[in-house]
């Protein structure tokens, strides 16, 4: 491994550990405690009823203190656990009956003192809300969610009573925010076709907490899958799609502007969702000219991809980003005492190694913290098919038991970085030194 600033391992073998995704802080408000999740294996992912030790660790001793334990978790999302503001409190997904749910914990006492009606994505502390979607839902649509409930809404394409949720910590109201079936027919005449199932996920609000972004995904008549950038009020008001094609990872650079991995042509994508495409004669043609016509597209710079500036206005404006200095897909978090920074990461390369990165957009400068190899081992497949039983048979169709297998086992360890709350290091998850591990990237020097 290669190193330009100091990295800390904050907990040790032989138990494996790990917070998540990169678009939750990890820490308290002191960053002296950072929430994590405790499994004995990661060579498989979840099954029904398998369950992760809830906790945290202190960042000086590496201590990890066993609150409770979840079984609504997976392992590149954790179980979205996350702080409620300053407070010493964090909420954490469980199933509670027969549906997934929330619960509140007390990281003084390490006791649970509440439960939430509905799950957590994401939520502002402030105004109690928080937002969610059917975890069984993105399960069974090949997403990240929780196995084990089944998606009570299968058989619809855009359901009228399933969606985005929202809920207030404090009050326990819940309430529907917007449907799937109001999604897929916001500004996207074309996804009403009915074989197609709509879902969404990652959902993300801005830093005043007054509007909510997600991604909108639906397949395709070729056998893609289609991804829309939307965001909606937090108040359930102005629901607009920003953008379609391919869009991966994002986050908030301002209130107003979205800084998202994705194509800024659409041109693409609009041909992909033609419903003429479902027509058989028309498939079989576009099965022979999809090759020459992917490399005619290359060619002309359409199907580029880059991170992207989008605003989140009815009209959105689209610019592009560090286009020769980040040319890869990573996982972006904004420093939150100045929003000109990002913390990001990249896949493995060639050699299976993870970079590590710093990015300024003021001067257009990188910094390359480290290099993180990913271990060379293969998942176990004794369990996959009790695993993937409750998964669309069109998503396994496109989706090989191996590759899904890996992919949602604890071996595919992305770095995920994401910011201490008082700005100090980034904590990220690794698995170069053979186990599953959360470390830190001490980078004062840098900011």
């Keep these: 491994m290669s190193y330009s600033c100091p990295i800390k391992s ?12 990169h678009d939750l802080l990890i820490s308290n408000r002191r960053s002296d405690r950072l929430l994590v999740l405790q499994v004995d294996e990661i060579h498989h992912p979840p099954y029904s009823g398998q369950g992760a030790n809830i906790g945290f660790i202190e960042r000086e001793s590496g201590i990890f203190h066993k609150v409770g334990q979840t079984v609504a978790w997976n392992f590149p999302q954790g179980s979205r656990q996350q702080w409620i503001g300053d407070t010493h409190l964090f909420v954490v997904n469980n199933r509670i009956g027969e549906r997934w749910a929330a619960q509140i914990y007390d990281s003084d006492s390490e006791k649970m003192i509440e439960e939430l009606p509905e799950s957590v994505h994401t939520m502002c502390a402030k105004s109690g809300l928080a937002f969610s979607m059917n975890y069984s839902r993105i399960q069974r649509l090949g997403g990240y969610g929780y196995i084990g409930l089944s998606d009570t809404y299968s058989e619809e394409a855009a359901p009228s009573k399933d969606g985005i949720y929202r809920q207030n910590i404090y009050t326990k109201l819940c309430s529907l925010l917007i449907s799937l079936q109001e999604i897929a027919a916001c500004q996207n005449d074309s996804s009403l076709d009915r074989s197609r199932h709509h879902y969404v996920t990652h959902l993300s609000l801005n830093p005043s907490g007054t509007r909510l972004a997600f991604l909108h995904r639906y397949r395709l008549p070729d ?147 480290g290099r993180f190899k990913m271990i060379n081992e293969l998942p176990e497949m004794n369990l996959i098919n009790e695993i993937v039983q409750d998964i669309d048979p069109r998503v396994l169709k496109d989706f090989p038991l191996s590759q899904y297998a890996f992919t949602r086992s604890g071996l595919h360890c992305d770095l995920h970085p994401r910011w201490l709350a008082d700005g100090s290091g980034v904590a990220f998850d690794s698995i170069h030194e053979g186990s599953r591990q959360v470390y830190l990237a001490e980078i004062g020097t840098y900011l």
């Design 223 to 369: 056998g893609g899958e289609m991804t829309r950038l939307m965001t909606i009020g937090a108040n359930g008001e102005s629901p607009r799609c920003l953008l379609s094609g391919f869009l991966s990872h994002f986050d908030w650079k301002d209130d107003e502007t979205i800084f998202i991995w994705g194509r800024a042509n659409q041109t693409a994508s609009k041909l992909r969702s033609n419903l003429l495409l479902r027509n058989k004669l028309v498939a079989s043609i576009i099965k022979y000219l999809k090759s020459p016509l992917r490399k005619m597209l290359r060619n002309t710079k359409l199907l580029n991809l880059s991170f992207l500036l989008v605003s989140d206005f009815e009209t959105p404006t689209v610019s592009k980003v560090a286009e020769e200095l980040i040319t890869e897909d990573g996982h972006p978090m904004f420093y939150p005492f100045n929003r000109d920074w990002i913390v990001n990461d990249t896949y493995p390369d060639h050699d299976g190694y993870r970079t590590l990165m710093l990015y300024q957009f003021s001067k257009n400068n990188r910094i390359d913290l």
């Design 10 to 21: 904050l907990t040790k073998p032989p138990k494996h550990y790990f917070f998540g995704f």
